[in-house]
């Protein structure tokens, strides 16, 4: 969180003497929880600038329309946790240069290891540390990376020519937000295996999202791995498992979509809960992007704090678990989510055809 605030403030300052200056800018609604009360909570309501949300952001014209002359940057996390928004970010990243304005992008779920956004046009990416790019948990961590020569509209020449070198001598120093040594170095070790882990969670998930897809108890699955999905062609443009084409396993480029996915159980909350507390092999905990696999309930615990509003614009209804699958054989983790909707199935009061979801 510390990078995205950091990514951020540097364009949000004050740029005439007049401080009760407009200043907005645009994100993606499907994002993580933290983020979307950074953005509604800290820095609209608490410091006045507005927040834009675009709820479709496949729609291009919904991102041109909400540009004027205040706007200060674009805001983007694809693919979103946990719903697994997307959307075409050299189109973004066009529409945000014709202004004059930097895209951002939140790449923790997706990591370098699958997705570049700045060879797609990004300005500065931010990563979360914390999750898939080391997936040891030991530790909380962040990352500003950004190209040289990005545009703004802010007079700063010195932020312009080098964003990321400008944060870490003066913002970052003067706000503080730096790791810990320590933790640097546990970091850097855990990422130098990413590319493989990614490769092998993302193989996982594939098989776990199939076996959901199939499932009669499950009303719906979010994994942009999923042919099916709406998104899965516009995210097969982007997301390749880097190096493929130089590693004997592959020898040609080969997209892989993540370990994170998400799905609705039938019958509603009540259900979801069921399913979730039956978990046995599956840690149950508000965590993503570890080794082991991990499930949590969004709507009560990343996602609670926004309230049904938020989550309605995020499109996190009650009966969705966010699953993040881990190294173990897809078979246990399969195994795991079979034996709990079995036991929803027989523990359920509230049925589990054609009940909604709220
Ligand atoms: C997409 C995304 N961005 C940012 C964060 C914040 O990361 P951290 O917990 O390392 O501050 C998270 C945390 O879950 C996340 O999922």
Redesign the pocket.
């Known amino acids: 969180?510390?990078a995205?605030m950091m990514a951020v403030q540097a364009f949000l300052v004050h740029t005439k003497e007049h401080v009760f200056e407009e200043r907005n800018f645009l994100a993606t609604a499907q994002?993580?929880g933290?983020?979307f009360q950074l953005f509604k909570a800290r820095l609209e309501q608490e410091r006045g600038v507005e927040c834009r949300w675009i709820e479709d952001p496949t729609d291009i014209d919904a991102w041109a329309s909400r540009i004027d002359e205040n706007t200060r940057f674009l805001y983007g996390?694809l693919p979103?946790?946990p719903q697994q928004g997307f959307f075409d970010l050299e189109a973004v990243a066009e529409l945000a240069h014709s202004h004059n304005l930097p895209l951002i992008i939140?790449n923790?779920?997706a990591t370098p290891a699958l997705l570049r956004p700045i060879c797609h046009g990004a300005d500065i990416v931010?990563q979360?540390?914390?999750?898939t790019l080391t997936t040891g948990g030991s530790g909380?961590?962040?990352a500003v990376i950004s190209r040289r020569d990005l545009v703004s509209q802010i007079d700063n020449p010195a932020m312009k020519a080098d964003f990321a070198q400008y944060v870490k001598f003066l913002p970052n120093r003067d706000y503080g937000p730096n790791l810990h040594p320590m933790q640097a170095y546990m970091t850097l070790n855990d990422m130098r295996t990413l590319r493989s882990k990614v490769d092998m969670m993302s193989r996982n998930t594939e098989a776990v999202a199939g076996f959901l897809d199939a499932h009669p108890d499950v009303e719906s699955v979010e994994y942009l791995g999923l042919p099916n999905h709406p998104l899965h062609d516009l995210a097969s443009r982007y997301m390749w498992l880097v190096d493929a084409e130089h590693d004997p396993q592959y020898g040609e480029p080969i997209n892989r979509y993540g370990h994170l996915m998400s799905f609705c159980v039938e019958g509603g909350r009540e259900n979801a809960r069921i399913v979730f507390d039956e978990l046995q092999r599956i840690w149950r905990a508000t965590d993503?992007g570890r080794i082991k696999s991990v499930a949590t309930i969004p709507a009560i615990s990343?996602h609670q704090q926004q309230g049904e509003e938020g989550r309605r614009l995020a499109n996190i209804p009650g009966n969705l678990i966010r699953l993040c699958v881990g190294g173990e054989h897809p078979d246990d983790v399969i195994a795991d989510l079979d034996q709990a909707l079995q036991k929803m199935r027989a523990r359920s009061t509230v049925g589990v055809s054609g009940a909604t979801a709220d």
């Open positions: 969180m510390a995205i994002c993580y933290g983020t996390e979103s946790n939140d923790t779920v931010v979360s540390a914390t999750k909380v961590a962040g993503l990343t």
